[in-house]
């Protein structure tokens, strides 16, 4: 593992030595399709109490950048998004979803798997940092959880493929992020989500 890495290195430190960059800044926006894993804590256990989430579509809109060697790229990114879940209980019927607005910081490293004249496919991957604005849960929910356990830095994971046709790119990516609310007694719960997006090359 440590020689493949090593090889990694090697081949991305020669690359960016002896081919010159590529920039490019662009717009892009897109659906989320996020839920929440919820795990339950002790109060929950001794109220007989279940939470369960279904995914529900949310959006996300912002620029990125491209900065390119031949077929590696770095693509930092910041955009606007909206996540959480359909929340359910075995003992009365919610109102409202669990959701959270929030800003994304993701720092990806690509590489192209096809690069042509008028297309490339490419893989990404790298960490996203967020920073929670806002977040909202339903009422009935009060008397279990508190401000004080939902967290406003997140960090996690994203991961994907996408296509490039000239000044357009389509990206599909799932993104796996930390826990927006911590409470061992009550309850934890971190998303997951699926994210299509579209993006228009401007520079």
């Known amino acids: 593992m440590k020689r493949i890495l090593f090889s990694l290195l090697i081949l991305l430190i020669t690359t960016v030595a002896f081919s010159q960059p590529i920039i490019d800044i662009g717009l892009k926006a897109g ?40 077929r590696i790229y770095i693509q930092p990114e910041v955009y606007y998004s909206t996540k959480g879940g359909n929340l359910s209980s075995n003992i009365f019927e919610l109102t409202s979803d669990f959701d959270y607005k929030n800003v994304d910081v993701p720092l990806l490293l690509g590489f192209k798997l096809i ?40 960090y996690g994971v994203q991961y994907g493929l996408g296509v490039d046709v000239l000044f357009l790119t389509v990206d599909a990516r799932m993104e796996h992020c930390s826990k927006i609310y911590d409470d061992p007694s ?18």
């Open 31 to 70: 659906v989320n399709a996020s839920n929440l894993h919820i795990e339950e804590g002790q109060l929950l256990d001794d109220n007989n109490m279940t939470l369960s989430s279904e995914s529900f579509a949310k959006m996300h809109f912002g620029a990125f950048g491209r900065i390119g060697w031949n």
């Open 115 to 154: 690069k042509g004249s008028a297309l490339d496919l490419h893989i990404m991957g790298g960490p996203v940092f967020s920073f929670v604005t806002d977040a909202s849960y339903p009422s009935e929910l009060d008397p279990f959880l508190h401000d004080e356990f939902f967290n406003q830095h997140l």
């Open 186 to 203: 009550v309850v934890k719960g971190n998303a997951t989500t699926f994210m299509l997006s579209v993006g228009f090359k401007i520079l």
